[in-house]
């Protein structure tokens, strides 16, 4: 029996709509795209839900680029502790306040004060536990590696490619626009799913498709329930926050089948 396998895109903060995703699908297997921290108020509420969902089995825990920007300065953090190099040292503070001017601010105001010397454990156990790509096939059986079977691509931003501006394809899978790409796609994969860049709906450009539709601010969080076989559905759940901003969003592709879903509060 193939298990549902649903693909959750950047929460920056709102528990909430994972909480009604959770409840909505206690049966499915959820696969977040990372960001699930920054910007929204709720970013320790979000990373302790997804690592209960994953210690349950229900979920698998991708890496964005909030949260490797949170990794970076306790990274060189931690080596300075074990060298005492005043290089690293610098090179810790300069990764903290890189994350702290693109949105782990919120995080430290949620938490009430934040540091690398006193840095949340919780939040350290979820950036060690963040994979960067994964495959999905069709008995919803995730893999690190392409399969020898049909399977979707997953990773925050773009397909793991080599990039001028990213030599790690790796670094790239957390950073690339669509307009950098296509983007080519190993052997067997038919399709590749992403978040990182907010759209006004869920859309298709090419093989590749985006789901990120600023949850954090609009309400509206999209569901992308894989399937190798055909198009995928997508549930948009919709709580509080103003749609209206999605106006904002860049437009390009087309458009993908996509069911809304009103839940309480909803405007």
Known sequence: M???VLIVPDLHGRVDLLIAAAERYPD?????LGDAIDRGRHSMEAVQLLLDLKEQGRATLLMGNHERMAEEGLKWYTRYTGTHDLGD????MEGYQWWMGNGGDSVRKELGGLTLEKFPPLLSSYIEQLKRVVFVTADGEIYDEPPSQPSVLV????????HQQYPNPLSAALWLRPFEGPFAMPEGVVYSVHGHTPVRTPTRLGRHLY??????ETGRLALLEVNVHGVPHVTVLCG????????????????LPATGVNLPGAP
């Open 240 to 255: 509080r926050g103003d749609p209206a901003i999605a106006r904002r969003y860049i437009a390009f592709g087309e458009p």
């Open 211 to 216: 789901i990120d539709l600023g949850a954090y």
């Open 2 to 4: 193939s298990r549902q």
């Open 28 to 32: 499915a297997h959820f696969l977040s």
């Open 89 to 92: 040292y610098r090179k810790a």
């Open 155 to 162: 990773s925050h931003a773009a397909p793991p490619v080599k």
